[in-house]
């Protein structure tokens, strides 16, 4: 088993390295190409666009092997790359549109797909460390990748880039050939093909499942309706240069570096409700930080948000794979993955519309949405009468209810 969970951290390690890099370089090379940052910021929201196909192509994880399938979309994803060799002019630049696209679509597939691969190569009580572990391994990565990326493509272009990126998932996908998977999921019933909405249904039904990913997608959908604030609040607020971004990003990495390293413990000992809905406070406290007229207090509010916002996510991540019937995960995988990326591509035009209000207003409202949500959750409740469903202890979040059908 420890053999896989080192797997498991290093692939989330390299995916990290490359897919950070390649996300800043992009968008910095249609710059150049275009002279256009309005086309420059496309590459990205190439990249957002598929999170919200997560159903459907979580679906088609549960209709194929899914080893074969992540390694598959791995040695895709190193061809495509090394097509933006054909990068000569603003002639090309769709190129780079369609490896971004391409890159959205398989981070959709291998998220959902590790997710569901995991449980098989993982006993259930490794799950929650293990995720905790992949978190801090590429967030430890963001703190470098980027900048080496952009450092990279300063000196030699985008094509050095490109084919150094291309190695990363070719490598990706060998780890992925040498895990040990010790269970196996059956093909769905020919009388009853795998159908997309079964992953909706069973990501709804269950509380266990459906509370953190609601908390997730509160928390994550707030991060990217505040981006514009912080803009706002580090330029026109605190006066300070933009390049402090970089300060608070790097706060940001820090803080999720070392909540990965104990997350897992966490989840074990009180649940994912209550790591969850615990992340969830932790966000909202950290942009109340972030509207203090003081700069030290902005950047460790920013460490706040990194511990918080990787709880929430692990805490999902791991509810998904506890309580999910292994031949509908990838479906639920995908779904959850919609449900927590899918609204921050609405989130972040309403923050910057929002913005116009001033910068504190948003961090204000995004702060009282999140507790709003956490308090929803830990609030007591009327437990249902004996031997129905969705019974659960608050103090760990974790149902005693019969197993999912």
């Known amino acids: 088993m420890r053999r896989n969970a080192v797997l498991f951290v290093a692939v989330s390690l390299l995916s990290g390295l490359g897919g ?66 054909a990068v000569r002019g603003p002639g090309e630049a769709w190129l780079i549109y369609a490896v971004s696209l391409a890159y959205g ?45 952009a450092g990279l493509y300063a000196w030699r272009g985008g094509h050095v880039v490109a084919v150094l990126a291309a190695v990363v998932p070719v490598l990706v996908a060998a780890l992925y050939g040498a895990l040990r998977l010790t269970r196996t999921v059956p093909a769905p019933p020919a009388a009853r093909p795998a159908r997309v909405r079964d992953g909706l249904t069973a990501l709804l039904t269950r509380r266990a499942v459906r509370v953190p990913v609601a908390l997730a997608a509160v928390s994550i959908a707030m991060s990217g309706f505040t981006t514009a604030a912080l803009y706002d609040v580090v330029v026109t607020g605190l006066g300070l240069p933009s390049t402090f971004l970089g300060v608070l990003a790097g706060a940001q990495g820090g803080g999720s570096l070392l909540a990965g390293l104990v997350v897992g413990r966490l989840v074990r000992r009180h649940g994912e409700i209550a790591v ?33 916002l990787p709880w929430t996510l692990v805490a999902a991540v791991t509810a998904v794979q506890t309580y999910t019937p292994q031949a509908m995960l990838g479906r639920v995988a995908g779904t959850a993955s919609t449900a927590m990326f899918g609204p921050i591509t609405l989130a972040i035009p309403l923050g910057s519309a929002a913005v116009a209000a001033g910068g504190r207003p948003p961090l204000v409202l995004a702060a009282v949405a999140c507790l709003a949500a956490a308090l929803a959750v830990v609030r007591p409740r009327r437990q249902p009468a004996a031997g129905g469903p969705d019974r659960w202890r608050i103090s760990s979040g974790r149902e005693r209810s019969r197993s999912f059908r």
Do not use: H
């Open 20 to 85: 950070s890099a390649m996300a800043l370089v992009c968008g910095i090379w249609i710059l150049d190409l275009t002279g256009s940052t309005g086309l420059a910021a496309l590459a990205g929201l190439c990249v957002y666009a598929p999170t919200l196909t997560g159903p459907w192509l979580g679906g088609l994880l549960d209709r194929v092997p899914r080893r074969p399938l992540v390694i598959g979309v791995n040695l895709a994803l190193a061809a495509a790359l090394l097509s933006l060799l």
């Open 105 to 149: 679509i398989g981070y959709v597939l291998v998220d959902a797909g590790e997710t569901a691969l995991l449980p098989a190569a993982l006993p259930p009580a490794r799950l929650a460390d293990v995720n905790g572990w992949r978190s801090s391994a590429q967030e430890g990565v963001k703190l470098v990748a980027p900048l080496a990326g």
């Open 276 to 308: 969850g809905a615990a992340g969830t406070v932790l966000f909202a406290a950290g942009c109340l930080g972030r509207c203090l007229p003081w700069w030290p207090g902005t950047v460790a509010a920013s460490v706040v948000i990194g511990v918080g």
